[in-house]
């Protein structure tokens, strides 16, 4: 029963950040592919293996573009109860309740328009990411000058792992990262959270949930902190760069005229559409069994053949192959995730 509200929790989501989304593009045209970015960002984990997830959000990339009218202002979710209720005080009406002076009150000040007044005061703190164009230019530069570029990406599942007994307890772990083990990762493995920071320092672009739910951002910047990770010292993204990239229609033209290695469980089935689409797939190797199985995938990558580019789906495993590929190597290499499993199944289209 938990995993399934997990499930559904992960759709309303999905569902939410998507009107939020079409509302602002709609009404600022020319800052589309920032609006989607912030929709993609409602569901920045992109981990533990959600498929019913990952054909909603593939259905939802796929109406995008053609998508015009006009959304209401505020979409509520269809549900009810005290609880429901409850929280939602104490997430917004209860924490202005409890700042405000005793015999102060705010009338017809929403709580909206308090967090818009707020983050105005607080725009010398902004930290921008780097943008889809940005990165994309990134990895065309590097397939240019034949340099290595890694794209990883951190979603819950990364950050689970990363936070093992220096952000969370190993129990707590547990609970929270009931689908590790579907992502590659068998609790406890502090070796696996080491080779992730590890990889994480090396990485040439990290990307990072937006989603400020617990497992999310917040604790991205957490296990950063508990590694001595500076994230200033980053160049950061967003988790959802691979679906940034295939929505704003890119990855056919990174792809052009190179030599593209696809790693993963749904390796063949993802070379099997590139091929279809004129990309030049010189190299497919799967599947990855885990942590465990990354020294076997890297030797057979080793032996792949030649590549310009590679592609990684491999759950968690993704971000340390998709380091290595690139300083071992000197090749560029994206953490492709479920994109991979959404092209592979025909839910989307390159």
Known sequence: MGEKNHKRARKRILKRGFYKQRRTSVSKPDCDCERKLLEQASVSFNQGFDSG?????????????????????????????????????EGGEGIVDSILPEFEILPEVSVRQIIEAGLEQMNSRFYRLLSTSEVAARVRNALRTNSALSVVRLGDGELLTLAQEVVMSEEQVRKEGFFL????????????????????????????????????QPLAFSVLKAHGIDYRNLDLTLSTINYALHVEGLLRGIFAGYRVLVVGNSAPGLSRVLKDSGVRVTGVVAPVDGMRDIPRVMDEISYAGEFDIALVGA???????????????????????????????????L
């Open 181 to 216: 083990s579907y992502s590659g990762v068998d609790l406890p493995d502090l070796a696996a959270r080491d080779m992730l920071a590890a990889a994480i320092k090396k990485a040439d672009i990290v990307g990072i949930p937006k989603l400020r739910l617990a497992n999310f």
């Open 315 to 349: 759950g968690i495993p993704a971000v340390i192959i998709v380091q290595r590929i690139a300083s071992g190597f000197g090749k560029v290499a994206i953490d492709f995730g479920h994109l991979a499993d959404a092209l592979a199944k025909g839910e989307s289209v």
């Open 53 to 89: 997830y990952d054909e909603a959000w593939s259905r939802a990339m796929q109406t995008m573009p053609t998508m015009q009218q006009q959304v209401p202002e505020k979409v509520e979710p269809k549900r009810s109860g005290d609880e429901y209720k409850k929280g939602v005080y």
